[in-house]
């Protein structure tokens, strides 16, 4: 006699899935509690790489802002020691040259500045004493956020603008006829206050005051410390070089020629490498999720015998019950997952918004995070579903 | 199809050094009720598995529905399962928390039919086991009676021509167990062939033929003589 031959039937996708998820609705708590290490996991790793581009665009809109042109220009080291300076002609020389937009300069003079006459004078907060032209701000693009600047009608009179950390130490949080600094030796009067400035950070904890009034009443020798000028963006490479011995030609070694928004660049850097290590740890939180997943499921597996039976006799191929164990694995960690990723996106938000940032957390870090569950869901599932598939019926059915 | 649903010629299934059937010849017409009756230990289990396609026998051949079982792997044995065989079993083996009908749908699970068509069928089916009225209730809040008639709506679901019920009342009181065997009797007068597994000799005697187990050998066979015709 000829039967017919025998072939398993296929489930239908949706029944897979009904049938994964069937487990973790009868165990509700203890899903939660695996999907959460799994969520832990991933919300440390979207928050660190959420807050890390959120503090890369920080930067970015800051660099963009502050301009990645400006260059500065200051005395360096002579080979005999002695103290050099830049030429007085070097501002006029570096105006010159092709490729320069702006040029402005300060010098740093030997006065000290005090909250009032009664401080003893080694209490100088560090703050240092400038000479400054009235086209710096234009160069610099720092914004003053009291008062005004240095203007051709006061440069020749005591008047002062603080910059931000200065202006905290001496005391001074509004510019005006009655704020007054001990400066030099004589009362000047605050005419303005700068906001922080990140490109240009010397300026934080200084006292800019007149060219004139610097040469006049605090022995300045006239000689420029530090230039500041702008070059066109496609002509920054080209003039960098050509700044020391347009600045100083007879000596072009003893110039000191830098790019600020190196340093905003460098510390990007950093923060990539550190948030390169806290991805790591991340990652290793992951994992132990992932062996929280493989131990739920191997639990699970032992616990559900009489089930595994059961479905074994109702015509399930080892497949399915494999099929079944690897889905409801992969439902756990995707569960957790997916939690993770909202978890991180909103710690990302907390922490942006906190920091005044944007929030950016990158689509890939998202998709990738999901990505990873999936991958650790399977394997965690892998050894508990083929166990589960492995088991004989009998043995399945007689454990009920 | 024609031919025996049922036919184990010369098993044997060996446990280590223990015997729990010694050379058992059984041949099962279409259409019959019969009981496999016998004290613990005497291997009516390891027979149920073996029938049941559960477990393979150490050596001699069975056939089921015309399929020789020992030449099958376990795709087409499952396949077979889903097919041919329903189980009964003593613990019911209902999932906690699940609606009637959703457990019932499930004994079409591995059958290939849309969840749709299955949840009519398992409709049909608690109709018939005369749990109408308790398609949404869950399994524990069903009595034992209840519970039991819901296993073998399942167990019928896909109209499988052969029915293994284990120990069907074991667990349930005298009452209940009557309206199970009720039930069991009328499947069989639908045309399903019964093999009902038991130590309660009472319920063995009330039914048309009794296969009765010793030491993993058959003892007395009440069909033997019209079979051997």
Do not use: C
Not at chain 1, 94 to 117: C, F, H, K, L, Q
Not at chain 1, 181 to 202: H, K, N, Q
């Amino acid at each position: 006699m000829s039967a017919p031959r025998l072939k398993p039937a296929r489930m239908w996708p949706a029944d897979v899935v009904r049938v994964g998820g069937y487990g973790l609705r009868s165990r509700p708590m203890r899903v939660f509690l695996s999907a959460l290490g799994i969520a832990i996991g991933i919300a440390a790793m979207v928050g660190v790489v959420g807050i890390s581009t959120s503090s890369t665009n920080e930067l970015d809109q800051q660099l963009s802002a502050l301009g990645t042109n400006l260059l500065t220009v200051a005395p360096g080291q002579s080979l005999t020691d002695e103290s050099v300076h830049l030429p007085a002609t070097a501002v006029g020389m570096i105006a010159a040259m092709p490729g320069v937009e702006t040029v402005s300069a300060v010098g740093r003079t030997d006065a000290r500045v005090y909250r009032n006459d009664h401080i003893a004078a080694e209490q100088t907060g560090g703050i240092a004493v400038y000479a400054a032209r009235t086209d710096l701000p234009a160069v610099v693009r720092s914004r003053v956020v009291t008062g005004g600047w240095l203007t051709a009608a006061n440069v020749r009179y005591p008047a002062v603008v603080l910059g931000h950390a200065a202006a905290n130490r001496l005391a001074v949080f509004q510019a005006g006829t009655d704020s007054l600094v001990w400066l030099g030796g004589r009362w000047f009067t605050v005419v303005g206050i700068l906001a922080p400035s990140e490109l240009v950070p010397d300026l934080d904890n200084s006292a800019l005051v007149g060219w004139p009034v610097a040469e006049a009443e605090l022995n300045f020798d006239g000689y420029p410390t530090t230039i500041y000028t702008r070059a066109q963006e496609s002509a920054v490479t080209a003039v960098q070089p050509l700044l020391g011995p347009t600045a100083n030609p007879a000596n072009p070694g003893e110039v000191d020629v830098s790019r600020p928004s190196d340093a905003l660049a460098a510390k990007q850097k950093t923060e990539k490498t550190l948030s390169g290590l806290l991805l790591g740890l991340g990652a290793v939180a992951l994992l132990v999720g992932g062996v929280g997943v493989a131990n739920t499921m191997v639990i699970s597996v032992l616990e559900r015998r009489s089930e595994i039976g059961l479905r074994r006799s109702l015509g399930a191929t080892r497949g399915q019950i494999r099929t079944q164990f690897l889905s409801e694995a992969l439902l756990l960690s995707l569960l957790g997952g997916v939690g993770g990723v909202v978890l991180g996106v909103g710690i990302t938000a907390i922490f942006a918004t906190y920091q005044h940032w944007v929030t950016v957390v990158p689509f890939w870090a998202m998709a990738g995070g999901v990505g990873a569950t999936l991958v650790i869901g399977g394997l965690a599932g892998f050894y508990p579903a083929m166990r589960a598939a492995r088991m004989p019926p009998t043995e399945a059915l007689a454990n009920a | 199809m024609t031919g025996p649903i049922v036919h184990l010629a010369g098993v044997s299934k060996r446990y280590g050094d223990v015997f729990a059937l010694r050379a058992v010849d059984l041949l099962v017409e279409r259409g019959e009720l019969l009981a496999v009756v016998g004290p613990s230990g005497s291997g009516k289990s390891t027979m149920l598995n073996i029938m049941g396609t559960l477990d393979r026998p150490t050596s001699g051949t069975l056939r089921i529905d015309g399929h020789d079982v020992g030449g099958l792997g376990d795709r087409e044995l499952s396949a077979l399962r889903a097919r041919t065989i329903g189980f009964v079993f003593q613990q019911f083996h209902l999932a906690r928390g699940v609606p009637a009908i959703d457990i019932v749908a499930d004994g079409l699970l591995y059958g290939g039919r849309p969840r749709g068509h299955r949840r009519d069928a398992a409709e049909r089916a608690l109709r018939r086991v005369g749990l109408g009225h308790r398609m949404l209730h869950r399994s524990h809040q069903l009595s034992g009676g209840e519970q039991q008639r819901v296993a073998i709506a399942r167990a019928v679901l896909g109209d499988p021509p052969l029915l293994m019920a284990d120990e069907p009342t074991g667990a349930l009181d005298s009452r209940s167990g009557a309206v199970v065997m009720e039930l069991l009797r009328e499947l069989h007068g639908d045309g399903t062939t019964v093999v009902i597994i038991t130590h309660e000799r009472d319920i063995a005697a009330s039914l048309p033929r009794e296969v009765r187990l010793k030491d993993g050998r058959i003892e007395r066979d009440t069909a033997a003589p019209r079979v051997a015709s």
